[in-house]
T-cell receptor, first 114, second 112 residues
Framework: GAGVSQSPSNKVTEKGKDVELRCDPI?????LYWYRQSLGQGLEFLIY????????KSGLPSDRFSAERTGGSVSTLTIQRTQQEDSAVYLC????????????FGPGTRLTVT | DQQVKQNSPSLSVQEGRISILNCDYT??????FLWYKKYPAEGPTFLIS?????DKNEDGRFTVFLNKSAKHLSLHIVPSQPGDSAVYFC???????????FGRGTSLIVHP
């Protein structure tokens, strides 16, 4: 079946512009995560959605970052007034249910802020 | 402060030999551990996991060992193959938490 998909695969934007990154999780997966991987760093947790519960936003680095998940499926990560330090690969992952810890990752969106 | 540490950024191994990737953690609440493998321009893929009630888990050429007293786990790949060349991430979750903490990864290169 289809895996997690993300779009766009690459995004170059000017400092100060807003960007939207999209994630389509595996159908039926109840949990969805956003991570960020900066050069030479590990995966930095950003936000976690589980079913209809309020999202865990504890990893969002600033109020310029926000995310929503519509209809329990597609998710959009929005970064407002982008800064150069926002340049990174943004990864989305989904999880089947609470009985599993194994996440399925998308290929990521490489964001470059010039 | 990193709660999951992969102290070796890179590892080079000859084809056919054993690869040993190490991971240390500091949070005693972690009770489930996973290894992910990542090729360039792709997302990480799940490789193998281990619960804290075990000290070893095997899946084909891959074995994960857990030493709870030392807060240390390792991934053994035997025999190593050139296709194993990738970045390997260690991740840990605390009981009841579905937000894992990832290490910074170890880049494994297997030479033919």
């Amino acid at each position: 079946g289809a895996g997690v998909s993300q779009s766009p695969s690459n995004k170059v934007t000017e400092k100060g512009k807003d960007v939207e990154l999209r994630c389509d999780p595996i159908s039926g997966h109840t949990a969805l995560y956003w991570y960020r991987q900066s050069l030479g760093q590990g995966l930095e947790f950003l936000i976690y959605f589980q079913g209809n519960s309020a999202p865990d936003k504890s990893g969002l680095p600033s109020d310029r970052f926000s995310a929503e998940r519509t209809g329990g499926s597609v998710s959009t990560l929005t970064i407002q007034r982008t800064q150069q330090e926002d340049s990174a690969v943004y990864l989305c992952a989904s999880l089947a249910d609470r009985g599993s810890y194994e996440q399925y990752f998308g290929p990521g969106t490489r964001l470059t802020v010039t | 402060d990193q709660q999951v540490k992969q102290n070796s950024p890179s590892l080079s191994v000859q084809e056919g030999r054993i690869s040993i990737l190490n991971c240390d953690y500091t949070n005693s609440m972690f009770d489930y551990f996973l290894w992910y493998k990542k090729y360039p321009a792709e997302g990480p893929t799940f490789l193998i996991s281990i619960s804290s009630i075990k000290d070893k888990n095997e899946d084909g050429r891959f074995t994960v060992f857990l030493n709870k007293s030392a807060k240390h786990l390792s991934l053994h790949i035997v025999p190593s193959q050139p296709g194993d060349s990738a970045v390997y991430f260690c991740a840990a979750s605390a009981r009841g938490s579905y937000i894992p903490t990832f290490g910074r990864g170890t880049s494994l290169i297997v030479h033919p």
